[in-house]
């Protein structure tokens, strides 16, 4: 079965579904289906992004596929307590993954929905770079304890970005 978010990506702008204006919380009619809204906007060159691709995993497993479309942004509902991984992918540019950990403390019950910006790289900046860097995803999403709130690791991403950053460098100067 796939998880909530299989007819959002259908579409490719969705209106947040939340019950409360700017919060997500329970949802469903039973009360007890929980989800995590994650708001995708993919950028290249300084752009909105096009023609782009989406595959959402859960749990390493593939669940759902967007298609190329021409819209820039696009909402995913996804189940909590779960760990997913979204893969864009553009020709001509840099795959890029995002890892996303749902599980929430106990007692949390509102929460923001997670702003999510991608943005597409030429893939020929890394002709160069070793492929065991370009494997990882570029951002690691948890709920962090003292924002209260779902946000990327700034640990990862400063480490992260500085090996991208090294490896472009590299190849630009050859």
């Known amino acids: 079965m796939l998880p ?3 007819k959002n ?3 490719p702008t969705i209106l947040l579904t939340a019950t409360a204006p700017g919060l997500a919380q329970s949802g469903g009619a039973s009360g007890d289906a929980r989800y995590l809204p994650v708001m995708v906007e993919v950028t290249q060159n300084g752009g909105k992004a096009r023609d782009f691709s989406v595959v959402l995993f859960k749990d390493n497993e593939q669940v759902a ?3 190329p479309s021409s819209h820039a942004a696009f ?18 540019y840099r795959e890029k993954m995002i890892h996303i950990n749902t599980a929430l403390p106990e007692g949390v019950r509102e929460y923001e929905p997670y702003p999510c910006l991608v943005d597409l790289e030429p893939s020929d900046r890394f002709a160069h770079a ?4 370009l494997d990882f995803p570029s951002a ?13 690791s700034d640990e990862y991403l400063d480490e992260i970005q500085l090996k991208m950053a090294l490896l472009s460098a590299q190849g630009a100067a050859e």
């Open 4 to 6: 909530n978010m299989s």
């Open 130 to 133: 070793d492929p065991f860097y």
């Open 75 to 92: 909402e995913l509902d996804l189940d909590l307590n779960a760990c997913f991984t979204i893969r864009v992918r553009k020709e001509g």
């Open 9 to 11: 990506l259908l579409l």
């Open 65 to 67: 596929e967007l298609p």
């Open 140 to 152: 690691v999403v948890r709920w962090n304890e003292v924002k209260h709130e779902f946000d990327h």
